[in-house]
């Protein structure tokens, strides 16, 4: 491409409204172009880095077998009533109505839509197990679209869904997508972690996301020398102030539908954590949530809290609609796969079908001669335990949440915690069947039985990648993009008047090309300093850039690696034999 040509201005000030490295840059070096808050338009540059970011997550993705589709963006409304999501999203939500008067949505994730495709044209175990997914747009009415395409409410991601006949099947494709993202991470070349990334403490691997470690990340983790990583969405502290015991609850019939504690708890968090994309409820936080109990000696230790899997429920469909089935698996097996967890519940809990509905039964904690012990509903048992916890509990309304500590424990024994920031890049979840009982997507087994069928979605911020590998990547000049990501390969400059230079410089354009390269050519005329392009280079970020200057009557250009500065006179007949 030469440069006289490309649609291209580099800007010498940042954007009034940025705040990050990756939104100066990009909108400097003419990668994006701001529309409206939130909205970018892509320039030539920015969409070639997007195209290999998305080449890169395709061949990963084809790697293990999941095959590509792509859904519309503008949606109706029903399939989304379905699952409750038209409500819970709330104001994240861009909806539209037609001519009509039928509502309709951009999509926000599309679970709904691929467990209806596959209902559409699936209906045997035989068909499974399934992976398929897209790159495509997605549009959240984000409460703080910022930093540039970092928090786009227009953007792209890469979404795959998994469906599986049963649990091994789910944790198989889990498994594999979770291999394919650390290919994928590590191919786009930042510094990343995987954590857990809600109900991490609940035994498992049922959700995690990769967050790009930086300090301009929106999310906090913390990581332990051991290996335990979580997100802070799923860690907090909790310092127990114990009261006065006033009597167990006689039965678990008698338990108050809201304690004070609860809500105590998730105003708290509310506070203290707050969600820029939808409303806490008390189901999100208690989903999202590992309490740290902080001890009258200083001493903290970790509670687990939270509902099995994908609860994103607000309370009033909690009570009416989870069948005691899906809440059973959370239970003694779960903490029995992390012996370190005191053996708190704090979780809404519902009773079976003949027993009362609408009780959102949580912790009560209480001190008994001194000893504090939490009362906890085992809802598939519809009984209450009484878990001891001598150590652990706080009281009746007195819960105050604060954010973990560098030096606290981590909850597997693994050490103490480090806090760090980072991007959520990616998140894996093992969804169950939640899309598939509220969408009835069943197949028939292999005894021709009808079961629903269990899914997992995936997701990787496609858009949000290319400002990531920026953060990671850049100096003062301008950008330095990796080499597998680089729109050009080689920024080629002739420099000066002379005209046997700028012929030379193109007859290196046309070799290097030739050569498989690709090639940015700064042919604009000789009344452009070297200093303004060599600039624009710097502010580009190509890997190599090569200067045809003065030099070039002695036979040599100039070359510079733009990630370590180092520039070296190269003899031109050598260059193309060099860079390729
Ligand atoms: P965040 O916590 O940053 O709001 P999320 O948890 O809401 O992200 P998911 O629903 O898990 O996002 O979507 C999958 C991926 O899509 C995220 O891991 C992220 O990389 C990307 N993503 C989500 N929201 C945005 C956005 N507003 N702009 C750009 N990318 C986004
Ligand atoms: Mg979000
Ligand atoms: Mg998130
Ligand atoms: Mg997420």
Do not use: C
């Amino acid at each position: 491409m030469r440069m006289s040509r490309l649609f291209l201005r580099t800007l010498r000030d940042d954007p009034a409204d940025a705040e990050v490295p990756s939104h100066r840059l990009l909108v400097r070096a003419g990668y994006v172009r701001r529309v409206a808050p939130g909205i970018y338009s892509w320039l030539p540059l920015g969409l070639k880095v997007l195209a290999r970011v998305e080449a890169i997550v395709r061949e990963e993705m084809e790697a293990i077998g999941a095959q590509e589709v792509r859904f519309p963006a503008l949606l109706p409304r029903e399939p989304y009533e379905a699952s409750n999501r038209w409500t819970e999203y709330g104001p994240n939500l861009f909806r539209l109505t037609d001519r009509k008067g039928a509502d309709l949505l951009l999509g926000p994730t599309h679970e709904e839509l691929f467990t209806l495709l596959v209902k559409d044209l699936y209906g045997s175990y035989k068909d499974l197990p399934l992976s398929i997914y897209q790159i495509q747009t997605k549009y959240r009415d984000e409460a703080r679209p910022r930093a540039g395409i970092l928090r786009g409410r227009e953007f792209i991601m890469k979404d795959s869904y998994s469906f599986d006949v049963d649990d091994a099947g789910l944790e198989a494709s889990y498994q594999a997508h979770r291999a394919a993202y650390v290919r994928i991470f590590d191919r786009l070349g930042f510094e990343y972690v995987v954590v857990h990334a809600d109900s991490g403490a609940m035994g498992g691997s049922a959700s995690e996301e990769f967050l790009a470690v930086s300090d301009t990340g929106e999310d906090t983790f913390v990581r332990s020398p051991g290996g335990y990583a979580a997100n802070v969405e799923a860690v907090t502290t909790v310092a127990p102030d114990p009261v006065p015991f006033d009597g167990l609850p006689a039965a678990h019939a008698e338990q108050t539908p809201d304690t004070p504690t609860i809500d105590t708890l998730v105003a708290h968090l509310q506070e203290r954590f707050p969600r820029d994309d939808r409303a806490w409820t008390a189901a999100d936080t208690l989903k999202n949530v590992l309490v740290m109990l902080r001890h009258p000696d200083g001493s903290r230790s970790p509670l687990a809290v939270g509902v099995p899997g994908d609860r994103e429920v607000d309370p009033k469909r909690l009570e009416t609609q989870v069948s005691p089935a899906e809440v059973e698996p959370f239970g003694e097996a779960d903490f029995a796969a992390h012996p370190d967890l005191v053996k708190g519940y704090i979780g809404p809990a519902v009773l079976g079908e003949d027993g009362p509905t609408g009780i959102r039964y949580l912790v009560d904690p209480r001190v008994v001669d001194g000893t504090r012990w939490v009362t906890g509903a085992n809802v598939a048992g519809s009984h209450v335990i009484d878990l001891v916890a001598g150590r652990d509990f706080t009281a009746d309304g007195t819960i105050e949440a604060a954010e973990v500590r560098a030096g606290d424990p981590a909850p597997d024994g693994s050490g103490p915690l480090e806090l760090a920031r980072g991007i959520e890049m990616g998140h894996i979840f093992q969804l169950g069947r939640k899309y598939a009982e509220v969408l009835d997507l069943k197949v028939l087994d292999e005894n021709g039985k009808l079961v629903t069928v269990t899914m997992g979605s995936y997701g990787v911020g496609v858009s949000r990648a290319v400002a990531a590998v920026v953060e990671s990547s850049h100096d003062d000049l301008g950008i330095v993009w990796p080499r597998a990501l680089a729109p050009y390969d080689v920024h080629l400059i002739a420099a000066g008047k002379d005209e046997a230079v700028h012929l030379g410089a193109a007859r290196l354009y046309d070799e290097l090309r030739a050569a498989g390269l690709d090639v940015l050519f700064d042919d604009r005329p000789g009344k452009i300093s070297l200093g303004v392009k060599f600039k624009d280079a710097e502010l580009l970020g190509m890997p190599t850039i090569v200067v045809v200057g003065k030099g070039f009557a002695d036979g040599v250009v100039e070359v510079k690696d733009r990630a370590t500065g180092d520039r070296s006179d190269v003899p031109v007949d050598d260059l193309v034999e060099l860079l390729s």
